[in-house]
T-cell receptor
């Protein structure tokens, strides 16, 4: 069975304190790995897609990386506005459906 | 473009009542999806559609029905609401070229409470 596990469940950082979120996956064949940001009461907002091991993508203070078993979302010098839940999802070869992890709730304090 | 829109934003239902959650997209996407999100759980796929007239079950379809008569609209029907259907429902869409992985774009969600 295809599975996605995110850790930690929750993370509290001080403004400027860099850290990483983890997404590990067990799938029959990876077609793509997606990172989304979700603010309270809102729908998930697309951040990145990673296709193959070794790939990296950046957007402002966020950098996503991918290996054969996991992905990391690195947050450099976070600001309070980075506070949100970050969701990881994988798309399995042969399907357009996504399998989601349960997310990491990030809180950045001033 | 408004993207993916959903109505209503919030609804309270009594056990046994029925309702339709509306979803519309203006991006000319072929694929549309319905998910539910429960606290502490990942988004679970309820139904999806690869084009007008074509729908298929996802991971948790029991208690729901869908139809897709147009490219733009993908309503989700709840018959005989049960407390277990209390959740936040998200509609999503993607372009629908099957050769590549595609980004799904989500609506703002409908919060449903069944009492």
């Amino acid at each position: 069975e295809d599975q996605v596990t995110q850790s930690p469940e929750a993370l509290r950082l001080q403004e400027g304190e860099s850290s990483s979120l983890n997404c590990s996956y067990t799938v029959s064949g990876l077609r793509g790995l997606f990172w989304y940001r979700q603010d309270p009461g809102k729908g998930p907002e697309f951040l990145f897609t990673l296709y193959s091991a070794g790939e990296e993508k950046e957007k402002e203070r966020l950098k996503a990386t991918l290996t054969k078993k996991e992905s990391f979302l690195h947050i450099t010098a976070p600001k309070p506005e980075d506070s949100a839940t970050y969701l990881c999802a994988v798309q399995v070869t042969g399907f357009q459906k996504l399998v989601f992890g349960t997310g990491t709730r990030l809180l950045v304090s001033p | 473009n408004a993207g993916v829109t959903q109505t209503p934003k919030f609804r309270i239902l009594k056990i046994g009542q029925s309702m339709t959650l509306q979803c519309t997209q203006d991006m000319n996407h072929n694929y549309m999806y319905w998910y539910r999100q429960d606290p502490g759980m990942g988004l679970k796929l309820i139904y999806y559609s690869v084009g007008a007239g074509i729908t298929d079950k996802g991971e948790v379809p029991n208690g729901y029905n869908v139809s897709r008569s147009t490219t733009e609209d993908f309503p989700l029907r709840l018959e005989l609401a049960a407390p277990s259907q209390t959740s936040v429902y998200f509609c999503a869409s993607s372009l629908g070229t099957s050769d590549i992985q595609e980004t799904q774009y989500f609506g703002p969600g409908t919060r449903l409470l069944v009492l």
